[in-house]
């Protein structure tokens, strides 16, 4: 898009950088090498932004707890009153990062490098979703994903996912499944697969 390239560049060159997902870290490398400033301190909101970035050339700090919540508890986001963070990112997702910069004092030089587009389930994962026989679980990671997931789905597609148990790695997304209709769920210590996987192992094993 016009002015990526301009509003990358700004926000690469800030002390403090942060990137939200792996998409981010793969869209910003296609434009040129990642390599951060001398002092400057780069952040990514997950485990797996970090590994993305480290592939990529680039060291960077994550939370434990992999969310906007975790990431804004960080010690490099509580002092940054004047203080230039670029935030390389995708329009969409919760919106809740830049604001609550700004209300620190913080100016976000933003570069939107790719653009979130709802793709509906195929077909083939409609009817292996209803021909789904026995217990079930969803990995849940993405509110907005959840969201567009049930919308897209015909009615007795949905209600059969509905019946799947659900682990997520924070108790805001776990809150948001079971508003969404989700009646069992655990939460994970993390968002790492492995950790998803051994929390809904020890919760309720499928064997």
Do not use: K
């Not at 969201?147 to 997520?168: F, G, H, I, K």
Request: proline share 9%; glycine share 8%; charged share 20%.
């Amino acid at each position: 898009a016009p002015g990526t390239r301009e509003a990358l560049a700004a926000a690469l060159a800030a002390p403090l950088v942060v990137f939200t997902s792996p998409a981010a870290v793969a869209a910003a490398a296609a434009h040129g090498p990642l390599e951060p400033a001398a002092a400057a301190r780069w952040l990514a909101v997950g485990e797996g932004t970090r590994r993305s970035l480290l592939r990529a050339g680039a060291g960077a700090l994550a939370p434990r707890r992999m969310d906007t919540e975790g990431l804004l508890a960080l010690p490099a986001l509580q002092s940054v009153a004047g203080c230039d963070i670029g935030l390389v990112t995708a329009p969409g997702g919760r919106g809740e990062l830049a604001p609550a910069l700004e209300r620190r004092g913080a100016r976000v030089l933003r570069a939107d490098v790719y653009e979130r587009i709802p793709v509906p389930p195929a077909p083939r994962a409609v009817a292996a979703l209803r021909a789904l026989d026995g217990p079930a679980w969803l990995a849940l990671s993405s509110g907005e994903a959840l969201a567009t997931l049930l919308a897209s789905l015909p009615a007795d597609a949905r209600a059969r996912l509905l019946r799947a148990d659900v682990v997520t790695a924070s108790e805001r997304l776990a809150a948001i499944a079971r508003d969404a209709g989700f009646p069992r769920g655990v939460v994970a210590p993390s968002a790492r697969p492995r950790d998803l996987v051994e929390a809904a192992a020890a919760a309720h094993p499928l064997a």
